[in-house]
């Protein structure tokens, strides 16, 4: 059962293809447009965006190919999945929203951006970079001592012993409507396969290179950018040496991907506000939803809600 206080939908983007919609608010608010990260569905935000309801209309959509959506064959370019998110925002009579989005949905923030940019009140960057021709590309190998601890018999024994795993492969706690939605459990309740099928590998080839110069509305990017090795690697303190050196090019070349890709943000954006969360998780929305709540807040404060509002 999900425990979240949201109404769920099956709303039709083109001929068989649904996608669902989670809706937590009232109908007379601003709406506030949730987007998840690769592999990740609309329930990721299950917690998060409930957050906003005393201000907006919260709204989280599961893309195409993932949890509960459709899955068809094709459909997975930033173009068509830009569209999506428009007959979603046509299908509720919502005619501009404020759009939130993580990961890998910043492509979608900025290809619906400068596609449709009236329908857009402002875009909120959560840990979201700019993929396809901005991708990292080959790092160096990673440590052989940073893999992540194997799953256990008993760790797939049910939803609840796969909650308790998480944390020790992925390094944040996860919400369990959205570990139902990305896994598939067996009639047992055992897991069967982690994650269920997706078409993670279309979306990412599907992605283009943001074009931030051509965003004309106000943008805020929050990014947790890697300072120390027990950043990218918690167990980095019992790696021996030849694991440590290997560990130290990882980060230097992660670092300087976020650079580049904060910097290029910072610099194309018209109306760009960047926020730097050094040491915290790419779910950041998970481990600091205070801290990125409040800034989410303050930039909208004035856009959406008039001054001193929310």
Not at 66 to 86: E, K, N, Q, V
Not at 216 to 222: E, G, Q, T, V
Request: aromatic share 10%; hydrophobic share 40%.
């Amino acid at each position: 059962m999900d425990p979240a206080s949201h109404r769920v939908t099956m709303v039709f983007v083109a001929p068989r293809v649904q996608l669902e919609v989670l809706d937590w608010g009232d109908p007379t608010r601003t709406p506030i447009v949730f987007l998840a990260g690769l592999g990740d569905t609309g329930h990721a935000f299950d917690h998060f965006a409930a957050r906003f309801r005393d201000a907006f209309r919260p709204i989280a959509i599961t893309r195409r190919g993932f949890g509960a959506s459709s899955r068809p064959d094709s459909g997975y370019d930033s173009a068509t999945r830009s569209h999506d998110i428009l007959s979603v925002l046509d299908s509720l009579g919502i005619s501009r929203a404020v759009l939130v989005g993580h990961s890998i949905a910043g492509d979608e923030l900025s290809h619906f951006a400068v596609a449709y940019p009236d329908r857009v009140i402002a875009l909120v960057y959560l840990e979201a970079y700019s993929y396809g021709s901005d991708a990292p590309g080959e790092f160096p190998p990673y440590p052989a001592q940073s893999e992540p601890p194997p799953m256990t018999r008993a760790d797939s024994a049910s939803v609840q012993s796969v909650m308790a795993y998480w944390p020790r492969r992925f390094e944040y706690e996860p919400v369990e409507a959205d570990v139902r939605a990305v896994c598939q459990f067996g009639p047992t309740g055992r897991l069967e396969l982690l994650p269920a099928p997706n078409e993670s590998g279309r979306v990412y080839e599907g992605t283009n290179r943001s074009e931030y110069a051509r965003v004309k509305a106000p943008a805020l990017a929050i990014y947790a950018p890697h300072a120390s090795l027990q950043d990218l690697f918690p167990g980095a303190a019992g790696f021996d040496e030849p694991n440590r050196v290997a560990a130290l090019r990882v980060l230097t070349a992660q670092q300087e991907y976020e650079t580049r890709q904060m910097t290029r943000f910072q610099t194309e954006m018209r109306q760009g506000v960047v926020i730097t969360m050094p040491g915290a998780t790419h779910y950041l929305h998970y481990r600091h939803a205070d801290a990125v709540e409040g800034s989410m807040r303050t930039f909208l404060r004035g856009l959406v809600l008039g001054p001193g509002g929310g």
